[in-house]
């Protein structure tokens, strides 16, 4: 586990932790991805996996295993992705250096 592509913060980190813990998933992968779709063309994507892929980039940031297939690595390259709780709401926000453009609700963007 060596090749890291994006950050998870501390609060990012946590919330996954417990998401991990309340879906019995302790010790599962978390997969970042890109998928086409949203209002500006891509969408960011993490799910919980029991195996990564093969040529997954694999590393870990805040003690969880994160997951990153090679075409998704493209766009994923020096994200941070954090999560807030505010009063406006609760969720995850992604920061891409590689983000031409993105959307008001912060999930989808374009490269």
Not at 38 to 52: R, T
């Amino acid at each position: 586990m060596s090749n890291v592509v994006c950050e998870l913060t501390e609060s990012a980190g946590t919330h996954v932790r417990k998401l991990m813990e309340r879906q019995n998933k302790a010790g599962a992968l978390l997969r970042v991805s890109v998928m086409g779709g949203g209002c500006s063309g891509l969408s960011y994507k993490m799910a919980f996996e029991d195996q990564p892929g093969s040529g997954d980039n694999l590393f870990e940031q805040q003690g969880i295993k994160v997951a990153i297939d090679p075409r998704s690595a493209l766009f994923l390259k020096g994200l941070v992705i954090d999560y807030q709780d505010g009063l406006n709401g609760a969720g995850f926000t992604y920061q891409n250096p590689n983000a031409k453009r993105s959307c008001g609700c912060g999930t989808s963007f374009s490269a």
